[in-house]
C-alpha cells in the first residue's frame, strides 16, 4: 500500500462561530431557511476526528457539486419534517443495536485482520504524534514549527486548513488530550479504541441511523402496501434465473415511431425499426457465478421489465414507464424488447425462490413509491430564491 494513500486521524478545522454574520438562503423547505453556506462544503465540526485519505481530498465544490449537495439538503428536510408531523421514531434498543453493527462494520474495514490491525494502528499512531510533536515545536518557535509541518506532516496529507486549526488551538487541553491518547494504544481495549476512533459514543453518526430507521419507517407509512402478480414474480424469475442476456431499446413516451411499432403485430415489429432506434439497443447481460449466488447486475433493469412488460418475447412493447427519479430532460418512456437468449437448462422456481422474487418486486415497487411521493412533496413545499439553483427541483 502506497504510504501517502494511508488513512490518518485529523480533526477537523472549521467552527461554528463565525456563522453569526448574517447569512445567505438559497432555498426554504415550508418556509424554514437552507443556508448557502451549508451547501459550500463547509459542514464539519469542530474537534471531531475524521479519517481523511490525502489523495482524495477535493477542492471546493463547484455550482454543480452544490445542486447535488441542496437537493439532498432539500429532500433531508422534506422528510425530517414529515417524521417530525407523524411523530416517528424507531426505539433506542433498535438504534443501538443498528450503532453497534455500524461500528462493527467500519471496524472490519480498518483492521480486516490481526496484522492489519496492528499495522494501520501503527501509522494512525506516528501520524498522532507527529502532529503533537510539530504543536509542541510550533509553540516554542512558530517558524520552526511551520517548518516541521511541511517537512513532517504534509506528506502524511496534512494540508494548511488543518494546520492552521491545530496552531490555533495549540494549547487546548482537549485536543491536545486526544493526541496524547496515541501513546497509550497499545494499552487500550478493542472497545476504548472504537470510542477514540470516533466508531462509538459518535452523537453524529448516532443520529444519522436514527433518521435511517425513522425514514424506513415513514416509507412503511406513506406506502402500507405494494403488491406483485404471480405473472410478475415469474418474469423476474426468467429474467433472473434463466436469462443469458436480453436485448432492450428505451423509447421516450413522446417519440413519433411508438405509434407504428404500436400499430404493427409483434412479430413484425422487428423488421420495421428505423435504424435510429436499433442504434439505441442496449444488452443486458446476466452473469452467474457457478455454485454461488446470482450476481443480479441489472437488478433494476429486470424489474422494471417484470412490472411494466407483459411479456419477455421479441417484439414487445412495455406500458409507459413513470419514473420517480428521472435525469434532466428525461420523460416518461416504454421499454421495446428486441431478442433474448435462455440459458441452455432451464430452471424451475420452487415456491421459496417464488416468495423471495415476490418480496423483492414488493420492496422494488414501494421504493419506486416512496420516491414518487417524496418528488412530489418536495416540488409542492420548496422553493428556491437564487435563480442559479433551480435545477436543485
Not at 89 to 113: C, G, H, I, K, T
Not at 135 to 153: P, S
Not at 191 to 200: D, G, N, S, V
Request: glycine share 4%; proline share 4%; with cysteine.
Amino acid at each position: 500500500m502506497n504510504f501517502n494513500a494511508v488513512v490518518f486521524i485529523l480533526i477537523t478545522a472549521l467552527g461554528t462561530c463565525a456563522q453569526a454574520q448574517e447569512r445567505t438562503v438559497v432555498a426554504t423547505v415550508d418556509s424554514s431557511p437552507i443556508y448557502l453556506d451549508e451547501i459550500g462544503g463547509s459542514g464539519r465540526r469542530e474537534g471531531e476526528i475524521k479519517f481523511v485519505d490525502p489523495k482524495g481530498a477535493p477542492g471546493g465544490p463547484d455550482i454543480e457539486s452544490q445542486i447535488i449537495l441542496l437537493r439532498k439538503r432539500i429532500k433531508d428536510e422534506v422528510l425530517s419534517r414529515e417524521i417530525q408531523k407523524r411523530a416517528i421514531a424507531p426505539s433506542d434498543d433498535l438504534v443501538m443495536r443498528e450503532v453497534n453493527a455500524y461500528a462493527d462494520q467500519q471496524w472490519r474495514l480498518l483492521f480486516p485482520s490481526p496484522e492489519k490491525k496492528k499495522e494501520v494502528l501503527s501509522r494512525m499512531q506516528a501520524t498522532g504524534l507527529k502532529i503533537l510533536e510539530g504543536l509542541n515545536i510550533w509553540r516554542q518557535d512558530k517558524e520552526k514549527g511551520g517548518k516541521f509541518a511541511k517537512k513532517e506532516l504534509e506528506p502524511l496529507g496534512m494540508n494548511k486548513e488543518a494546520w492552521s486549526f491545530y496552531t490555533d488551538h495549540a494549547r487546548d487541553p482537549e485536543i491536545l488530550s486526544k493526541l496524547r491518547k496515541w501513546e497509550d494504544i497499545d494499552k487500550m481495549s478493542q472497545t476504548e479504541i472504537k470510542e477514540f476512533l470516533f466508531l462509538i459514543k459518535n452523537e453524529e453518526h448516532r443520529e444519522n441511523i436514527k433518521f435511517i430507521l425513522a425514514k424506513d419507517m415513514l416509507k412503511k407509512s406513506v406506502i402500507p402496501e405494494a403488491l406483485a402478480s404471480p405473472e410478475e414474480t415469474q418474469r423476474l424469475h426468467e429474467l433472473i434465473d434463466n436469462t443469458q442476456w436480453i436485448d432492450i431499446i428505451i423509447i421516450p413516451e413522446g417519440d413519433e415511431e411508438l405509434t407504428k411499432l404500436t400499430g404493427t403485430p409483434k412479430k413484425d415489429r422487428n423488421s420495421v425499426l428505423s435504424d435510429r432506434l436499433k442504434s439505441k439497443k442496449t444488452r443486458l447481460p446476466h452473469s452467474q457465478i457457478k455454485d454461488t449466488k446470482h450476481n443480479h447486475t441489472n437488478l433494476k433493469e429486470y424489474m422494471i421489465l417484470a412490472t411494466y412488460a407483459e411479456s419477455l418475447e421479441p417484439g414487445t412493447l412495455s406500458t409507459v414507464v413513470v419514473w420517480p427519479q428521472q435525469e434532466r430532460g428525461f420523460s416518461n418512456f416504454v421499454i421495446y424488447i428486441v431478442d433474448r437468449k435462455s440459458n441452455s437448462e432451464i430452471i424451475q422456481a420452487k415456491d421459496s425462490r417464488n416468495i423471495e422474487l415476490s418480496h423483492a418486486l414488493q420492496k422494488f415497487k414501494r421504493n419506486r413509491g416512496f420516491l414518487k411521493w417524496l418528488n412530489g412533496e418536495t416540488q409542492k413545499r420548496t422553493k428556491i430564491l437564487l435563480p442559479e439553483y433551480k435545477e436543485a427541483l
